[in-house]
């Protein structure tokens, strides 16, 4: 039980939590967008990535792929169903929109992938490394360098490339920016196809740590809202630095007061934060 | 003034007061009048008690225009304070329910002052967290239940002075949810009336108007979200005598979508329009039920479709066709 495994086990759950939560960060962040479904969304992705791999007897990386596809195919007919409401920016029928399309996604995957708990057999998540008295798996290794690249190619995306700006001029005004010649529909089409791919990748990567199941639903990643909030809605800096903060106050909270309460415990801290700095650490 | 003058001619509340009267007997030997039989009595105490639960989020949905994903919260704690205190301290159904009142107005206003200050959506992801929490608590404190919840909760008893009613079948229970539901309805009618109410209203459909007139919106939201968290408790309240079980699986989802659904289906802010919901939505579950994983895809399905292809509900939907009717008449003047 020592301070070293403990850090190295919250980088490994803190990278996690980015990493799945990176796709709402963006859809939220640049586009203003909220989206309930986001855990039937995860759900989905693992159970693609073990469908692919168990009974089509795929490999690993090519499971992973039609995860992406799969999802990003579901995204642009969710979005295309969500047009209207998307560009009159009518978030209250959005989040509930987006929660009905969770529980048929919920239903659905339970009547194609069965009820019963399934793990994904990736050789990764079995291959030990030992550092000394450290220990973490070859997967953790792949989610940590994968989270830290794919949040510096959007950061370097959103922010150096001209593509970056027309998304956030979007996200500030929809009408004006068609004004300018803006196509907003496309721009948020590509946003949520996005954000159904990224969510896809983290399952895929993430999931294989646990037993997947279809009714895992927003529990699963709740963390995501954490993170997203914690982080400051919408800056990507802060969504990675709240997703590893996040992941070392996990470890060290169920390692040393209670494993059964670390979401109450991550809650907490999120509504201390909520009082003291409401629009989120990021922000000045 | 005169549209809302015809609305109300000069004998309304006593001639209100009537239909509601007569309403409320015709209600009580319902059961009755559809067969009689257990099934009858269990599906409509079922109808009333989710209805009640659905009033509890409509009047943050319809007259705030915000989402509360909560709700399951309060919907649980009211079951969890109804087991807890019959179960291991014998309370009886009066105080059980104002436990259950005081525990609800306690953590909604806890949650609605945390989220105070921050943006609507936040209040949603906060709520929707809150109801997380709730669930791992109760699905981790043994004290009050742990995962294997309570079971065997005595029959509800609800002494008057001298007399003690005892709902001990569905048959007992009837009444009790009848009179639970006709209450919530006078309130929300009461509500929709009232200086809060309309002030939602207001925050709602004119933020400009309502700023200009000095009224906060946040302490808006707080003031009715607080409202409504006991309606929902109440309703658990109930619903855990009816079951005689709580369990961890008040948090599911199924109610949160349940409760939304119920709202959507027939309209925002029309007053029976939760109850009529609820009622077609149990009905279909339960008489053309067609399995668990195709219910919830019916559920979610009409929840979805609803909000999009008829924001107004089945009540707009029903005025559009009435006005498509009208409207050959009217095309030549356009």
Known sequence: MNIAQQIVNGLVLGSGYACVALGWTILLGVARLVNFAHGQLYMLGAFVTWYAMVKAGLPYPVA??????????????????????????????????????????????ALIFGGNPQTLPV??????????????????????????????????????????????????????????GINARIVYLLVFIFECAAVALG?????????????????????????????????????????????????????????????????????????????????? | MT????GRPASG???????????????????RLLGGTSVA?????????????CYGIDIVLSYLGEVSLGHTLFWAIGGYTAANLSVKYGLNGWSTALATIALCVVAAGFLGAVTLRTREFVFSLVTYAAAVVGYEIAFNWDAIGGSDGIVGISA?????????????????????????????????????????????????????????????????????FVLSAPITGLAGWLYAYQRAYVGPDMFETYF?????????????????????????????QNLFSLGGDWNKIILGAVLALVLIFWPAGLIGLFRNFRKAKLSPQEKPQE
């Open chain 2, 256 to 284: 949160l979508v349940l409760m939304l659904t119920s709202v959507v289906l027939v309209g925002r802010r029309v007053l029976v329009g939760p109850l009529i919901g609820t009622a077609l939505l149990i009905a279909q």
């Open chain 1, 64 to 109: 992973i792929l039609a995860a992406i596809i799969a999802l990003g195919i579901l995204g642009v007919l969710l979005q295309t169903a969500m047009m209207r409401l998307v560009m009159t920016q009518n978030l209250t029928s959005l989040m509930i929109v987006t929660l009905g399309f969770g529980y048929v996604l919920q239903g659905g995957s």
């Open chain 2, 13 to 31: 509340p006593a001639l209100r007061a009537t239909v509601f009267v007569v309403l409320a007997v015709i209600g009580l030997f319902l059961p």
């Open chain 1, 203 to 284: 399952a895929a990567l993430v999931a294989p740590r646990s037993p997947i199941l279809t009714s895992m639903g927003f529990n699963e990643v709740i963390m995501t809202f954490v993170v997203v909030v914690l982080g400051g809605i919408g800056s990507i800096t802060g969504a990675l630095l709240a997703g590893l903060g996040l992941g070392l106050f996990i470890a060290f909270f169920g390692a040393f007061v209670a494993q059964a309460y670390t979401t109450a415990a991550a809650f907490a801290l999120l509504l201390i934060l909520l009082v003291i700095r409401p629009a989120g650490l990021a922000t000045k």
């Open chain 2, 156 to 224: 509800l008893k609800l002494p008057f002075g001298v007399a003690t009613f005892s709902g001990a079948t569905q048959e007992d229970l009837w009444p009790v949810a009848l009179a639970l539901l006709l209450l919530t309805l006078i309130f929300i009618a009461r509500f929709r009336r009232s200086r809060l109410g309309t002030a939602a209203l207001m925050v709602q459909m004119n933020p400009a108007l309502a700023a200009s007139l000095g009224i906060d919106p946040r302490k808006i939201r707080l003031a009715v």
């Open chain 2, 3 to 6: 549209a809302i003058g015809q």
């Open chain 1, 123 to 180: 050789t990764l998540a079995r291959a030990k490394v030992d550092l000394g008295s450290l220990w973490f798996t070859w997967q953790d290794v792949l989610v940590f360098a994968a989270t830290l690249l794919l949040y510096g190619a959007v950061w370097l995306f959103t922010r150096k490339t001209r593509y970056g700006s027309v998304i956030r001029a979007v996200a500030e005004d929809p009408k004006l920016a068609e004004l300018f």
């Open chain 2, 41 to 53: 009595y269990s599906t409509l105490t079922t109808i009333a008690i989710f209805a009640v639960m």
